[in-house]
């Protein structure tokens, strides 16, 4: 018996040392920052355009790949981020143009496929662009290290979760006070009421990829920074997936806290049961804990909207 | 002018019922049937022995493009019963796959198991012991395999009841990143060898070769035998023709149709006494029964040796959801069309593309044709669904209504 409480239990009992505990919680709510950023991308979109876009996590390593090419052709920091800022501006008037046009009206699980064949192109058209070796990206967050109390913690982790604050805080600025956030709140709400006010869908569309473009930059920065641009930056922001399903497709709120329950999940995880059945369970223990929310909770925490049952 | 109805009656119900109603049609499948069987590999065979191809050539089309074309066959028409019928998008199938493959490893080596015991000098000996005596016929292989991925696919198919659409979508990217996570850390499914590789044992069936080899005594001397691959490619054909007919079959009776009726609106599926729960188990478990075959055809026939995490990995997946999208959601042709389309891509770019940018002086190496094929793939998927939904298989159709007007469109 004791030895199957102790299995059961292995993620509370790793707090015996309160310090390695805490190491874990910390370390594990900041990759949870790290979903979250990725996360936010698909949820503007979704509530813009009722697109679930597969192609958020590839978005995320396109613009990481850019900032890090730019950085590497010698050109210096802000100069690089205005350019790539200014690329996925562009991706998203092309992506409107040749794209989201035609789909107009069609089902969502179609918008859905056509965001996996995006997802495709991109993420082989970056590699193509910049090569596919593992690249450094350094854009000035400090190295290294600290310890109060005896915890280490990362200056990395620590700029990733001041980063995810602001950008929080600054959506909301923009999504509850500018005219464009108005409009923006109003397409969410309903496509033809939005319309017959004189919105322009269309515009409102780039305006939004654009944003979640810009989000996936900084979301692809933080992990470029963590761990190197790579392909398998696309695979790690697919994670995002089960975060959404967990905190609900239409809330922001619903995007962090989900992302951070999902982080921290996961590690506590890892660290707990790893050894008992040969590690790496990070890589699907998100995704089984999404599909046990969703036979109890389907809509998540924070979602508005009942799914429909079947 | 050739591809008409006019004078063709239907006298019995029977041939009003029929899958190919038009004579044209008829004979065009038995001639596709006849060529794939027949034509194939007696002309491969006779070219061979006339000298104007070498042996390797034909291994190479056997063993490198038709076999992985039957298999893609398989998998997209599984995946093609489940989302292009019953309407559940599925990003799991390589996983459903590897489910197959591991299937029928472990019945081919009789399920082992390990027991571990002490020798006389106190020294830990591990002993693999065989749970049922190990089958060596590959279509049963094949048959067992498609029956434990089945029951593989009602289990993750289960949270379909509660959730659809891209909800699901997730939901079965649980079953794949679990699955394949099993195949390279639960040590009893490949049979606790350390690269955790499975590798088929020797299999016969009537009496020929399919794996492996087989020594025998000939005029006196030592003969070895090794498959031929054109019992492979006859075998794969057969299974995947039989359960072509049987897909058919099934999507244009009272099944399909029910599959149909949920996929289009389940609520009025649901008002005509369709239930919602059986139907949809129902299409997770055939399709599931299909992928489960395709990848032990996989194993058997195609690869031989396969490591699961890298055969099956989530890209692979994908794949078979490009074959099914640009093949056609709701067709059995398209499916075929889809998997040569996705097959055979590839291989056209692999010799082309170096040729091209030789041309130009530009040098293209492997990760730069993987890097085209994926943009082209993209860039297809995306064409497809704003042109064409329906895929080369609603071309095709329409192929053929202009040809039935053709010469006098009147």
Redesign the interface.
């Known amino acids: 018996m004791g030895e199957i409480w102790e299995f059961i239990l292995a993620p509370v009992l790793i707090f015996e040392s309160w310090q390695f505990g805490m190491e874990v919680v910390i370390s594990g709510l900041l990759a949870g920052v790290m979903y979250s950023l990725v996360a936010l991308g698909f949820v503007l979109i979704y509530k813009a355009s009722g697109m679930?876009n597969?192609a958020q996590g590839v978005l995320v390593l396109f613009a990481a790949l850019n900032l890090a090419g730019f950085i590497g052709l010698g050109i210096p920091i802000p100069l690089a981020i205005l350019l790539t800022i200014g690329i996925m501006i562009l991706f998203a008037v092309v992506v409107e143009y040749?794209?989201l046009r035609?789909?107009v009206n069609?089902e969502?699980?179609?918008l859905?496929?056509?965001t996996?064949?995006?997802?495709?192109?991109?993420?082989?058209?970056g590699?193509?662009i910049w090569g596919?070796d593992v690249k450094k990206l350094d854009v000035g967050i400090p190295q290294g290290r600290f310890e109060p109390f005896g915890i280490q913690i990362q200056y990395l982790e620590l700029t990733a979760g001041a980063v995810a604050a602001a950008l929080v805080t600054g959506l909301a600025i923009f999504f509850n006070k500018t005219k464009i956030g108005r409009a923006l709140r109003a397409v969410a709400d309903d496509h033809q009421a939005a319309l017959s006010v004189g919105i322009n869908l269309r515009t409102i569309w780039i305006i939004v990829w654009a944003v979640s473009g810009i989000v996936a930059l900084v979301a692809g920065t933080m992990w470029g920074a963590k761990s190197g641009v790579q392909f398998s930056l696309s695979?790690i922001a697919?994670k995002a997936?089960?975060v959404?399903?967990l905190g609900g497709f239409e809330s922001i709120p619903g995007a962090i806290i989900g992302g951070l329950i999902i982080g921290l999940g996961e590690k506590l995880a890892e660290v707990g049961w790893g050894p008992y059945?040969?590690?790496?369970?990070e890589?699907?223990f998100a995704?089984?804990l999404?599909?046990v929310f969703?036979?109890f909770r389907?809509q998540g925490l924070f979602g508005e909207k009942i799914?429909?049952?079947? | 002018m050739f591809y008409r109805e006019a004078g063709q009656f239907y006298t019995s119900y029977a041939k009003d019922q029929g899958i190919f109603q038009l004579k044209q049609d008829k004979f065009g499948l038995w001639g596709i049937l006849f060529i794939a069987f027949v034509v194939v590999p007696v002309g491969l065979y006779l070219m061979v022995q006339g000298g104007l191809m070498a042996a390797s050539t034909k291994d190479y089309l056997y063993n490198s493009i038709f076999l992985l074309l039957l298999v893609n066959s398989m998998a997209a028409l599984g995946l093609n019963i489940l989302t292009g019928y019953c309407?559940q998008?599925s990003l799991g199938t390589a996983a459903f796959m590897g489910v197959g493959a591991f299937t029928a490893y472990k019945f081919s080596t009789g399920l082992n198991y390990r027991i571990q015991k002490e020798d006389e000098a106190g020294e830990l000996i591990s002993q693999l012991v065989p749970m049922l005596p190990p089958i060596d016929n590959p279509i049963l292989l094949v048959l067992i395999a498609g029956l434990v991925t089945a029951v593989v696919g009602v289990i993750f198919g289960?949270?379909?009841?509660?959730?659809?659409?891209?909800?699901l979508?997730?939901?079965t990217?649980?079953a794949q990143?679990?699955l394949?996570?099993c195949f390279s850390?639960?040590e009893w499914l490949y049979d606790y060898v350390s690269s955790s590789t499975i590798q088929i044992p020797p299999l016969k069936l009537f009496g020929l070769v399919v794996t492996g080899s087989e020594t025998v005594m000939r005029d006196g001397q030592e003969v070895t035998i090794y498959p031929a691959a054109e019992t492979k490619y006859l075998i794969c054909l057969s299974l995947v023709v039989f359960f072509a007919f049987v897909a058919k079959n099934m999507v244009r009776g009272r099944i399909g149709r029910a599959w149909m009726a949920i996929r289009d609106m389940?609520i009025a599926a649901q008002l005509i006494g369709i239930r919602?729960l059986a139907t949809k188990l129902l299409a997770f478990a055939v399709s599931s029964f299909f992928c489960g075959m395709a990848g032990a055809m996989s194993l058997i026939f195609y690869l031989g040796a396969l490591e699961g995490a890298e055969a099956f990995n989530?890209n692979e997946s994908?794949a078979v959801?490009?074959m099914v999208?640009i093949g056609g959601l709701g067709s059995i042709t398209g499916s075929f069309l889809g998997a040569a389309f996705i097959t055979l891509i590839p291989i056209f770019l692999v010799v082309s593309l170096p040729w091209l940018g030789g041309q130009f002086g530009i040098p293209v190496d492997a990760?730069?044709v993987?890097?085209?094929?994926?943009?082209i793939?993209?860039?297809?998927?995306?064409i497809f669904?704003?042109m064409e939904?329906l895929g080369l298989a609603r071309l095709w159709q329409i192929g053929k209504e202009r040809l039935r007007q053709w010469p006098f469109p009147y």
Do not use: N
Request: proline residues 5%; without cysteine.
């Open positions: 679930f597969f040749l794209i035609h789909l069609q969502q699980i179609i859905f496929m056509a996996i064949g995006l997802a495709f192109f991109l993420s082989a058209f590699e193509t596919s695979e697919l997936l089960p959404l399903i059945v040969g590690g790496a369970i890589d699907w995704y089984i999404a599909m969703l036979v389907p799914i429909e049952r079947v | 309407g998008i289960l949270p379909s009841l509660r959730i659809k659409g891209f909800y979508a997730v939901a990217l649980a990143f679990f394949v996570w850390r639960v389940d919602p989530i994908f959801l490009f999208i990760a730069m993987e890097h085209i094929q994926f943009m793939f993209g860039a297809l998927i995306i669904l704003i939904p």
